[in-house]
Nanobody
Framework: QFQLVESGGGLVQGGGSLRLSCVVSVSILSAKAMAWYRQAPENERELVAR???????DYADSVKGRFTISKSIALNTVYLEMNKLRPEDSGVYYC?????????WGQGTQVTVSS
């Protein structure tokens, strides 16, 4: 089993940028996929971005062209670069990983975008 720890959230003005990080306690070299999800109050958790073992990425339509997911195998870390942030991007952002027979979530990091 393994753990994920997110960081980098905070309060930012609309149009600003944030970079989220998710450190995994084991090697991510063999991770089937890693992803970022978000959940706003009274909303369901939604997929924001995903990156596969081979480095292929896909994004929610609402963040395409603004967000970029990447990973560092050397640092066992996945990142989410968020630009041109909007108030509707606010929520708790969760990192998720599927490694071996297990899938895990992090504890989440709050992102708040003011108008």
């Amino acid at each position: 089993q393994f753990q994920l720890v997110e960081s980098g959230g905070g309060l930012v003005q609309g149009g600003g940028s944030l970079r989220l990080s998710c450190v995994v306690s084991v090697s991510i070299l063999s991770a089937k996929a890693m992803a970022w999800y978000r959940q706003a109050p009274e909303n369901e958790r939604e997929l924001v971005a995903r990156i596969t073992a081979g480095g292929m990425t896909d994004y929610a339509d609402s963040v395409k062209g603004r967000f970029t997911i990447s990973k560092s195998i050397a640092l066992n870390t996945v990142y989410l670069e968020m630009n041109k942030l909007r108030p509707e991007d606010s929520g708790v952002y969760y990192c998720a990983a599927a490694i071996g027979a297990y899938a895990r979530w992090g504890q989440g990091t709050q992102v708040t975008v003011s108008s």
